[in-house]
């Protein structure tokens, strides 16, 4: 069996990335059905960039709307048994699509896969790093082969897919469970992984098959609004009674809790005290119980101590006063 594969990269005055994109896609060992390019309404010259290309791809203009919209509309045109998604900005190894592809045709049962990546931070010096390696709970995973373990309950706890570029989907899968939801403009990932993993298995490949460049922005800045909208999330879930037993509401409320942790942590680091302290709050009153508790005391404590002290009891303060001794 051969499955047919269609390739949707959603693009944003992305000229400058583009054509090294697509040359990542064309050089794979396993050829794409259709690679369809979804411009959203770029302001640059990305259709002047794309036009060699003309032969190769299908593409489309649409009236910005956001990635989400933009891959969503991708999706939809999309004629492939698996679907695979790429970043604008992402580039492919070679055997990205190959190696997916044997997996999904191995495990019937797998409904998504997802490879593991290099990510470099702004500048060519800055060192690359391993997605899975700096996962919260790498030691618990298993690779190349279904996830074990409930795997809603995984993704709940922690994002292990993190970008769409290092997925692919059974066709069936989308037509289950319908697109990405435009609602969220950041963290419409792992509302789309949240709603996969229940009804169908994840599996984590060990192979590094592709390469993530993250760039510009204010990343302190970028992590408030990821910590908002990571929350809304779950708090989207719980409202739409999506968790049917209580073990599941429990835990989206625990999780939630530490959502409002994280967005404190991200208020204090850029300054704003008085949001910090009430984002803590708000995710003690998330799940009233003694091991929430625990948490936001402990949270609260270490940013009460640091204000006292004027920031001088900081970790990286700390650490630059232990090297000196």
């Excluded at 060992?29 to 690679?35: G, N, S, V």
């Excluded at 191995?106 to 010096?125: I, S």
Aim: charged share 25%; aromatic share 12%; net charge positive.
């Amino acid at each position: 069996m051969n499955p047919k594969i269609s390739v949707i990269i959603p693009a944003y005055n992305g000229a400058v990335f583009l054509p090294q994109t697509l040359k990542s896609v064309f050089q794979q060992t396993y050829q794409p059905f259709e690679i369809i390019v979804i411009d959203d309404g770029s302001t640059d010259n990305t259709p002047d960039v794309l036009k060699p290309f003309e032969d190769k791809i299908i593409y489309h203009r649409k009236e910005n709307g956001g990635a989400a919209k933009a891959m969503n509309t991708g999706m939809q045109m999309a004629k492939g048994d698996f679907i695979a998604i790429l970043e604008q900005d992402d580039l492919w190894f070679k055997h990205k699509l190959e190696k997916q592809v044997d997996l999904m045709l191995k495990y019937p049962d797998v409904g998504v896969t997802c490879a593991n990546f290099v990510t470099r931070f702004a500048g060519k010096d800055t060192p690359l790093k391993r997605h899975f390696h700096r996962l919260r709970l790498k030691d618990t995973y298993n690779f190349d082969a279904p996830l074990a373990g409930d795997n809603l309950q995984i993704m709940m706890k922690e994002n292990f897919v993190c970008t769409f570029s290092s997925v692919m989907i059974r066709r069936n899968i989308i037509e289950k469970i319908g697109v990405t939801n435009p609602e969220f403009r950041i963290c419409f990932d792992f509302e789309y992984w949240i709603r996969c993993a229940k009804v169908t298995k994840f599996a984590l490949q060990a192979d590094i098959l592709l390469f993530k460049r993250v760039h510009g922005g204010n990343l302190s800045f970028n992590a408030i609004k990821r910590c908002k909208e990571h929350k809304n999330v779950l708090i989207h879930f719980l409202k739409e009674s999506f968790f049917l037993n209580k073990q599941f509401i429990n835990l989206a409320k625990l999780e939630l809790g530490k959502s409002y942790y994280e967005l404190g942590d991200a208020y204090y680091e850029c300054g704003q005290t008085m949001q910090a302290f009430h984002a803590y709050w708000r995710g003690f009153l998330s799940q009233v119980s003694i091991g929430n508790g625990i948490l936001f005391l402990k949270k609260f404590c270490n940013k009460f101590i640091r204000l006292l002290s004027f920031n001088l009891l900081s970790r990286r303060n700390i650490r630059k006063a232990l090297v000196r001794t």
